[in-house]
């Protein structure tokens, strides 16, 4: 298990009630498998489920079937 | 030159910094303001802009990179703030200076449109007791499926 820093922001930040966290996942593991583990995990975790939810890996935009892999720094949700 | 910031900005210092001797034929430029969103008095409405330090100004690099690529331009300068604002604050100035108007126009048109939607800036209203993150509209969606044409 890796720890992956993960932030959020806007509306979403408001929806989970954090900015920010910490969470344990398996890697590699892709955007959409780990919205799965945040919905699982986080109080109202499941608005990271709903259409038009964006991610990015290090600051660069993802889809849902792109890899979180070993290095990664930050993983950010986000509407636009 | 690309600046994320709190503070408020001079638009007359940020058109010198476009004018380069000898060279520049045109300067065109926008600048964004926080409108009145609410009946309620200004004092009891607020604006906070958001925005994802690091990806924010790439973002905004790469929307003026994009923008050197498709015209021929001599300077770009976007500055963008952040926090909390007021009813008829300045938000946003975007100034592009090129050799003639048409690519100057076109591209401060280009870098706003694409900066609404891209740009990871997010903008929250409160009137009163009561706050709402503004969602990006089907205006700006048209206006930016434009450039891909």
Same mark, same amino acid.
Not at chain 1, 45 to 59: A, E, M, P, T
Not at chain 2, 70 to 99: N, P
């Given at each position: 298990?890796?720890?992956?820093?993960?932030?959020?922001?806007?509306?979403?930040?408001?929806?989970?009630?954090?900015? #920010?966290?910490?969470?344990?996942? %398996?890697?590699?593991?892709?955007? +959409?498998?780990?919205?799965? $583990?945040?919905?699982? =995990? /986080?109080?109202?975790?499941?608005?990271?489920?709903?259409?038009?939810?964006?991610?990015?890996? #290090?600051?660069?935009?993802?889809? %849902?079937?792109?890899?979180?892999? +070993?290095?990664?720094?930050? $993983?950010?949700?986000? =509407? /636009? | 030159?690309?600046?994320?910031?709190?503070?408020?900005?001079?638009?007359?210092?940020?058109?010198?910094?476009?004018?380069?001797?000898?060279?520049?034929?045109?300067?065109?430029?926008?600048?964004?303001?926080?409108?009145?969103?609410?009946?309620?008095?200004?004092?009891?409405?607020?604006?906070?802009?958001?925005?994802?330090?690091?990806?924010?100004?790439?973002?905004?690099?790469?929307?003026?990179?994009?923008?050197?690529?498709?015209?021929?331009?001599?300077?770009?300068?976007?500055?963008?703030?952040?926090?909390?604002?007021?009813?008829?604050?300045?938000?946003?100035?975007?100034?592009?200076?090129?050799?003639?108007?048409?690519?100057?126009?076109?591209?401060?048109?280009?870098?706003?449109?694409?900066?609404?939607?891209?740009?990871?800036?997010?903008?929250?209203?409160?009137?009163?007791?009561?706050?709402?993150?503004?969602?990006?509209?089907?205006?700006?969606?048209?206006?930016?499926?434009?450039?891909?044409?």
């Amino acid at each position: 298990m890796t720890s992956i820093k993960v932030v959020f922001f806007a509306s979403l930040k408001d929806g989970v009630g954090m900015s #920010d966290c910490i969470i344990d996942a %398996d890697l590699p593991i892709s955007i +959409a498998e780990l919205k799965a $583990v945040l919905a699982d =995990h /986080l109080d109202n975790g499941q608005i990271l489920l709903k259409d038009g939810v964006q991610s990015s890996v #290090d600051f660069e935009f993802t889809r %849902d079937s792109d890899l979180v892999t +070993a290095g990664v720094r930050e $993983v950010a949700f986000f =509407h /636009l | 030159m690309i600046l994320v910031q709190e503070e408020d900005f001079d638009v007359d210092v940020l058109y010198k910094r476009l004018l380069h001797a000898n060279k520049t034929g045109a300067v065109a430029m926008f600048v964004g303001l926080v409108r009145q969103f609410s009946d309620l008095p200004n004092d009891e409405c607020s604006f906070e802009l958001e925005h994802y330090p690091g990806m924010t100004e790439r973002n905004l690099q790469a929307i003026v990179d994009e923008a050197n690529q498709r015209w021929a331009l001599i300077d770009v300068c976007v500055v963008h703030r952040v926090g909390r604002l007021s009813v008829d604050d300045q938000i946003v100035f975007v100034g592009v200076s090129a050799s003639h108007r048409a690519e100057a126009f076109q591209a401060c048109d280009f870098i706003m449109d694409y900066l609404k939607s891209r740009a990871a800036f997010w903008k929250k209203e409160t009137q009163g007791a009561k706050s709402h993150w503004v969602e990006a509209n089907e205006k700006d969606q048209h206006s930016l499926a434009r450039w891909s044409k």
